[in-house]
């Protein structure tokens, strides 16, 4: 009773396939992947640290509460979580003033740009003024151009004794 099985020649490939569904399937590749300090420091420039009175940024403060703070960070950063999900829980925890630089909406828009407002605002004014400034110095010159009839009659009729004597 000897029976071949025709399944036998497959299995080492099937081992083979199945090996790699486990270990693809397993553990994600970013969670156990170390943190290199330039992206934790991308992400801690742009967090203010409360351990230093809203002073420096978490990069810079060696309180013990900013280590604490990096730490969580780099768990972070090592589950796959992005930039922007860090800074929106930090937010969501302790409020617009930890970040170093403000979300650009609501208040915080108009407070950004305002600079840029007044500046075009600044121009725009000096320029009316400008224009109105040399509009009125051309009323002050045709006024002051403008020839007397008396002086006018005179210089016509020197004109034609000039003619005369010609």
Known sequence: MNKKV???????????????????????TSYGREI??????EVTDLIMSPGCNYTYTLTNCPSAQAEQMR?????????GESKEEILSYFEKVYGTKILAQPSKKGFYFVAWWFPYFLMLDIFIVVGIFLFLWRKRNYKKEETDTAVNPDMETLLEDEVRKFKERE
């Not at 730490?71 to 589950?79: G, T, Y």
């Open 36 to 41: 290199t300090r330039m992206e934790l420091e």
């Open 71 to 79: 730490e969580l960070i780099k768990d972070r950063l090592r589950k």
């Open 6 to 28: 025709p399944y036998k020649k497959y299995i080492p490939v099937m081992v083979f396939f199945l090996l790699i569904l486990v270990l693809l399937s397993g553990v994600s």
